[in-house]
């Protein structure tokens, strides 16, 4: 089983994860962190440091976030890896309660 990143990180990319992530297993694009499945150790550890509660383990993913489980797997093999925290995006606390953002991930 693996984490995987769900809609509620597009336009935030909190990193607060990637700073407890044992094995380097995000990547970063432009408005939104994804988890390499083939890396996560499921070690559960960035699903606490989360702010909007965006990781979810694979087999509790939101029925409505499913498409999520592929779309980490897809981007994790494009995206580079982050390594480091880095500052959230300028709009993070605006976008961290808005629904339905899936057509506002750049890919």
Request: charged letters at 30%.
């Amino acid at each position: 089983m693996t984490y995987v990143v769900t809609e509620s990180c597009i336009k935030c990319k909190y990193t607060d994860c990637v700073d407890v992530c044992p094995v380097d297993c995000f990547v970063e694009g432009p408005n939104f962190l994804a988890i390499n499945p083939d890396e996560c150790i499921d070690c559960t550890l960035c699903v606490a440091e989360c702010p909007v509660e965006a990781i979810f383990a694979e087999d509790d993913v939101p029925a409505d976030q499913q498409e999520y489980i592929e779309l980490n797997a897809r981007l994790s093999a494009l995206w580079p890896t982050i390594t480091s925290r880095k500052d959230a995006l300028p709009d993070a606390d605006q976008y961290s309660k808005v629904k339905d953002k899936r057509k506002l991930l750049i890919e």
